[in-house]
């Protein structure tokens, strides 16, 4: 009886330790700040989240498969002012949104081409993109801000029904991922890549073009975060969503997905997202210093690749232990 408690006890602990967390930090958030869980600042959260949280879906399907991307937060920034651009000179609203996700896809083809063709470290290859996406929008823009964006802001600033726009797009998009992960051939095939890519090589996936679908799907989040992004603050912003990319990823990574591959969740993401978002939110009701809000970022991101790092080697020492002790 006791050794059945304390499998259930692990099980759970596996498979829910990420909303235990947020749950004992929605309930530590309220009892320090009462404003924290209002329907208002909880809607303004969501609505805050819902850009990075679209990004954390692309980064969660290039982890799981072996890779990354440093580029998105740059990549956003161009695909944005170039969608805003496009709708100022046509106003027409889904050439805007079709050009965002354009030029999201084309940045993150050449991030393939050099991963795949070239055999670049995608984080080689993603840190480049990410010098020339961030350059391309600045020189298109010569550095300032595209103002006066009219109906565009419908995307990011509208409602439907009760719901912010953006946090609808984040609703679908991450039905979209979770049925991408769990129930497509190409899910499966990034688990297996992710996982031992040689191995999956040799079981006939095709290793090169998986990687190629990856990066696309990414650059269509990527896109339609740049308009989402760009139509919540009501202008074609070349300098915006710096450090964006560095969010998605720590939303990915405390969401449970392993930094070494082959393991990932859309449902986690979102549960790491929101952890993210409250503990930022927190910091702004309690008026934490701004510099000191940079620390805690950084040290939460080093805390979960660690806990990464150790569960997956206690997991590996685990099953080698059962697998000498089956032999013996």
């Known amino acids: 009886m006791k050794t059945k408690i304390l499998q259930f006890w692990d099980t759970a602990k596996n498979k829910y330790s990420i909303l235990l967390v947020l749950i004992v930090l929605t309930i530590v958030s ?12 909880l809607s ?20 799981i498969c072996g890779m990354l991307d440093l580029s998105s937060g740059s990549v956003l920034a161009l695909s944005g002012v170039l969608s805003v651009s496009a709708f100022k000179m046509t106003g027409n609203l889904p050439l805007a949104f079709f050009v965002a ?13 050099m991963v795949t063709r070239f055999k670049t470290p995608p984080f080689i290859a993603t840190l480049a993109m990410l010098a020339m996406a961030r350059g391309a929008a ?18 990011g600033q509208g409602y439907i029904g009760f719901i912010p726009t953006p946090v609808v797009f984040m609703i679908i998009l991450f039905i979209a991922t979770w049925y991408i992960l769990k129930h497509t051939r190409f899910g499966r095939s990034l688990f297996a890549i992710g996982g031992n890519e040689e191995a999956a090589n040799a079981s006939g996936i095709n290793v090169n073009r998986n990687k190629v679908y990856a990066f696309a799907v990414n650059g269509i989040l990527v896109g339609i975060a740049g308009v989402l ?15 964006y990319e560095f969010e998605a990823l720590t939303s990915s990574v405390i969401g449970g997905t392993s930094f070494t591959g082959g393991i990932g969740t859309a449902g986690g993401t979102v549960a790491g997202a929101f952890i993210v978002g409250f503990l930022n939110n927190i910091m702004n009701l309690t008026n934490v210093n701004s510099y000191l809000q940079q620390i805690v970022r950084g040290a939460i991101i080093a805390l979960a690749v660690i806990y990464d ?19 013996a």
Do not use: H, W
């Open 101 to 113: 996700i354009f030029v999201a896809v084309f940045c993150n083809l050449i991030n393939a081409l």
């Open 138 to 155: 600045l020189l298109y823009t010569k550095g300032q801000n595209i103002y006066q964006i009219g109906d565009y802001t419908v995307f």
């Open 30 to 41: 309220t009892a320090i700040n009462p404003n924290f869980l209002t329907g208002a600042n």
């Open 309 to 327: 790092i150790n569960s997956k080697s206690k997991k590996n020492k685990k099953n080698l232990g059962n697998i000498s002790g089956k032999k």
């Open 229 to 243: 992004f760009m139509s919540r603050v009501n202008s074609g912003l070349p300098n915006g969503a710096i450090g």
């Open 44 to 63: 303004n959260v969501s609505r805050q989240i819902a850009v990075t949280t679209i990004l954390a879906f692309g980064e969660t399907i290039l982890i």
